[in-house]
């Protein structure tokens, strides 16, 4: 299976009661692994998670930290753009070079640098000595 094939398939799990919007996450590992998340609302909705962040803790939880690529697909008018929590998350296992691939239902996509959607990122370097 490949990574959108992965993301259609998990969006379908995703449980969202409040939003009623569906997002599937797919990403590959520098090993070639695929893991998956989709959003978990709650009724405390501050309480609710990604569907990107899904998918960083299962590839944590399989004992992997290096995050090649990932797609991210919803039944959007336009392809869904990860919020600027999850663009954090992602910069924590990706690189400025890791390709983010936004997507709609009806198939449109857009590919984007970790970089690009997220420059002047606060990083490790900024905690440099400590
Ligand atoms: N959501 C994601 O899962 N990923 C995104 O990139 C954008 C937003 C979820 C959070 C919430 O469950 C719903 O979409 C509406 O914000």
Do not use: W
């Amino acid at each position: 299976m490949n990574l959108k094939e992965a993301a259609i398939t998990v969006r379908e799990n995703a449980y969202v009661p409040y939003s009623n919007f569906k997002v599937g996450a797919a990403l590959r590992t520098a090993g070639g692994t695929i893991h998956v998340g989709c959003n978990v609302e709650n009724v405390a909705y501050p309480e609710g998670t990604c569907a990107e962040a899904g998918a960083i803790a299962a590839m944590v939880a399989a004992g992997e930290r290096e995050l090649a690529a990932i797609y991210v697909i919803a039944d959007s008018p336009t392809p869904v753009s990860p919020c600027g929590g999850c663009r954090q998350k992602l910069a924590e296992f990706g690189k400025g070079d890791t390709r983010v691939t936004m997507a709609t239902t009806a198939g449109a996509e857009e590919t984007m640098t970790l970089a690009e959607l997220l420059p002047g990122a606060f990083n490790a370097d900024h905690m440099a000595g400590r």
